[in-house]
């Protein structure tokens, strides 16, 4: 079901039980209620199925692409709906006219799902001929970790039969130094712990060994601010096999960071937690780009496909539910951003899957969540679109890409409003909150982060950073700090009324991500070393 057509139209799919998408079935769904009604002699409407998806697209004949019956004449435009009612998944075709209804398959949907693996046996680091199945993996190499019981073996070889070198206590700190080995159902891991080199098990027998050294807690600290940045430290580091991005809830209570391979799940930090351990739901898929939907416990995922998907998460242990699912790019999804409000998602990627006759090169789209549908398309780049950002009080999108131009557009219409000349690939970008100033991060080999003004486009001000390679930047809550991210791992944070540099720390990795916390008490870091840093000031600095 998962493997969808890739073509010129918008292919949406959308699960059932969430009532803010309801209305978004298109009417040709009627005309599959009715013949499912008519042979099981019942009448059935959208209300009555337990689950539901749609897709929408461009079809070879009149088969619709349903492989039991044979097609004839061209290409025909329209549907393909999944409906589970009963017990069974029934899947349906109908073209746009719903002159042609066919009933291409029925199956039974745990039967199907039977045949998938439980989400923490998808393991992507394990290749299958390895045997299994494999738990996923919430190490990675360069991390320090922990065993999780009384003790752990520390092995020669990554097998269960090898010679045990020592028994580790619990407590002991253990560098993973390469890995991972897959065997027997086992996940093996190279470590160093004591000066001696040697195979553990992160994984097996259905349970975790080892997990990630946990950070220190948080603690009290003050609201960030001009004065108070000089007393600024490092209070945490979470480590974990996650990316390096990530975005905060809008309340300010949760981390979210999407894992990496052989994660694919979302990480969840409960910043009310006092030893800041995650919660880890399986999501499933390769991740490439993130973004929290304000006011809802809810994300929005990028995928290396293309697809984007929509995430309701809890921090008390309920598993994660995919509210939407879009196939919305050829390729990659580079940047995404949801509006203030949270009722529309902007999304980038190579191609643009859409109807409107439009450049769908390197066109962002801008959906209505409440619908479902493209409201808007975001066309006129000539280089892929790396940063998005909507104006605080939404009427707005601003985008950055590889061609070096910064545009601005109606947030509802599309609407071309006005073009800045950058004269080199915008890397970043960020509205300040009180809708003053927009922050632009180019590949400029200096000065390349400017402020302009976000009414007119004008220059007011530019930044002689330290280092050319910005990769992230965020204003603070209150628009008077701006902090800035580099490749080199140097970030700066900045006086943004007066232009004067505050304060700067070197770090051993590559910054991917930056960004305050709403109540802007915390900076967050994500480097590319498998962690994430909370910096704050203790309170009584000052």
């Known amino acids: 079901m998962r493997k969808l057509l890739r073509t010129l139209l918008a292919i949406t799919w959308l699960l059932a039980g969430a009532q803010a998408f309801a209305q978004a079935a298109p009417a040709q769904i009627n005309a599959a209620l009715l013949d499912l009604g008519a042979r099981l002699g019942e009448n059935i409407g959208i209300d009555d199925l337990a689950q539901w998806r749609w897709q929408q697209t461009t079809f070879a004949d009149s088969a619709l692409g349903c492989p039991t019956v044979a097609g004839a004449g061209g290409a025909v435009i329209g549907y ?16 746009a006219d719903s002159a042609i209804v066919i009933l291409c398959s029925q199956s039974d949907p745990l039967a199907t799902a039977a045949q998938v693996p439980p989400s923490p046996y998808s393991n992507s680091l394990c290749p299958a001929a390895t045997g299994g199945p494999y738990m996923q993996s919430r190490i990675n190499v360069g991390m320090d970790v922990l065993p999780l019981g009384a003790s752990l073996d520390l092995r020669g070889q990554p097998a269960l039969d090898a010679p045990i070198l020592r028994s580790i206590p619990a407590g002991t700190v253990i560098r993973i130094t390469s890995g991972p080995d897959c065997a027997g159902g086992y996940v093996w891991w190279l470590a160093l712990v004591g000066g001696q080199t040697g195979y553990i098990a992160e994984t097996g027998a259905n349970r975790y060994l080892v997990e990630p050294k946990p950070p220190n807690p948080l603690p009290s600290r003050e609201a960030l601010s001009p004065q108070i940045i000089p007393f600024l430290r490092e209070f945490a580091r979470l480590r974990g096999n996650f990316l390096p991005e990530h975005s905060w809830s809008s309340d300010g209570l949760t981390l979210v960071v999407p894992g990496a391979a052989g994660s694919d799940s979302l990480w969840l930090y409960d910043l009310r937690e006092p030893l800041l351990r995650p919660r880890i739901q399986s999501v499933g898929g390769q991740l490439v780009s993130l973004a929290a939907r304000p006011g809802a416990a809810q994300a929005a995922f990028g ?21 939407l699912y879009l196939d919305a790019h050829g390729g990659a999804v580079s940047a995404l951003a949801f509006s203030p409000d949270g009722a529309r998602l902007a999304s980038a990627g190579p ?17 209505d969540l409440a619908t479902v549908a493209q409201q808007a398309l975001l066309a006129g780049h000539r280089g892929l679109i790396r940063a998005l950002a909507f104006s605080p009080d939404g009427a707005q999108v601003a985008s950055g890409a590889d061609d070096g131009m910064l545009r601005f557009w109606g947030a509802s219409s599309g609407e071309a409003r006005a073009v800045v000349a950058i004269g080199a690939p915008i890397v970043a970008l960020d509205y300040s909150p009180d809708g003053r100033l927009v922050a632009v991060a180019s590949a400029r080999a200096a000065e390349n982060l400017l402020l302009l003004d976000a009414r007119t486009g004008a220059q007011v001000a530019s930044y002689p950073l330290p280092t050319p390679g910005v990769t992230a930047l965020d204003f603070s809550p209150d628009s008077r700090l701006l902090a800035v991210g580099a490749a080199q791992g140097l970030f700066t944070i900045w006086d943004s009324q007066r232009h004067s540099l505050l304060t700067s720390g070197g770090l051993d990795a590559s910054i991917h991500d930056i960004s305050f916390s709403p109540d802007g008490s915390l900076l967050a870091v994500s480097i590319d070393k498998h962690a994430l840093l909370l910096y704050g000031a203790p309170l009584g600095s000052g």
Do not use: C, K, M, N
């Not at 496909?305 to 995919?322: F, V």
């Not at 191609?351 to 959906?367: C, E, G, H, K, P």
């Open 80 to 95: 393909s709906f999944q409906l589970t009612h009963g017990g069974s998944l029934y899947d349906y075709r109908v073209s």
């Open 303 to 323: 995928g290396a496909d293309g697809r984007l998907s929509l995430w309701a998460y809890s921090t008390a242990g309920s598993a994660p539910s995919e509210l």
């Open 351 to 367: 191609l643009a899957y859409t109807s409107s006759a439009v450049q769908r090169d390197f066109a962002a789209i801008v959906w």
